[in-house]
């Protein structure tokens, strides 16, 4: 394989963002795809990390042809946000977690090319989520770096990113292993915000009505007062003959 370290063949060179290729085979593996990326982009905010989906990864320096496009990569120690591209020498990391959202077209890229490049890379975690059944049973496969190789992962755990992963439908569920909360996709997100904002205007409701009731209440007792006063009682004369 080609060496990562820097060249000085690298002056000059373009390294194009886009090949003019479809982001995903279907809207099931764009959706799947779209949804991990925000995902775990709002998991990582605050972090030395970045998330990037479907972008090139040149690992080579020197080399533009020698590149791949990860579905969704997740990389530490390095500033935040988007780029249109990853140069690993660069950047100076290489990234931790990969996705591939796999389908039978192309399971042999994915089996055999990405997984032995990831291999190579060191890329710590690789997981294939087959988002429609098409030849993971299970639909999501995931391996880990041992050694040089990478070995089955089975207890479902993502170590770099401490999530816990599993299959609900066409996507990935995301859960956090300190507090087993699952991470919200933008549907579930906009719901949860959705009901937080009518409960607190619940909350609010109730306070007011509760002020209503307190005026309401202090409102009869001056009026029950001046009627005393009418049949000169004086109300606010304490104790009895």
Do not use: C
Not at 184 to 202: D, F, G, H, M, S
């Amino acid at each position: 394989m080609t060496s990562l370290l820097p060249t000085s063949q690298s002056t000059g060179i373009f390294y194009p963002s886009s090949d003019g290729e479809p982001l995903a085979e279907t809207y099931v593996h764009l959706y799947a795809l779209l949804v991990t990326l925000e995902v775990l982009r709002q998991y990582l905010q605050g972090r030395q990390a970045t998330v990037l989906g479907d972008q090139f990864l040149y690992y080579a320096q020197g080399f533009p042809r020698l590149r791949v496009a990860p579905d969704v990569m997740v990389i530490f120690n390095v500033l935040p946000g988007g780029r249109d591209n990853y140069k690993i020498w660069e950047e100076g990391q290489v990234p931790v977690v990969i996705f591939e959202m796999t389908s039978q077209g192309t399971k042999d890229q994915d089996t055999v090319a990405k997984k032995t490049l990831y291999e190579q890379l060191g890329v710590l975690e690789y997981w294939l989520f087959d988002p429609k059944g098409e030849w993971i049973e299970q639909q999501l496969q995931g391996y880990r770096l041992q050694g040089e190789e990478y070995e089955p992962i089975t207890d479902g755990r993502s170590q770099p990113l401490e999530l816990r992963l599993q299959v609900e439908g066409q996507l990935i569920g995301f859960y956090r292993e300190d507090t087993k909360e699952k991470l919200l996709i933008p549907e579930e997100l906009k719901q949860a915000v959705k009901q937080e904002r009518l409960a607190r205007q619940q909350a609010e409701l109730q306070v007011e009505q509760e002020r209503l009731a307190r005026q309401q209440a202090e409102l009869q007792v001056e009026q029950l007062k001046k009627q005393l006063r009418g049949l000169g009682v004086d109300p606010d004369t304490t104790g009895t003959r």
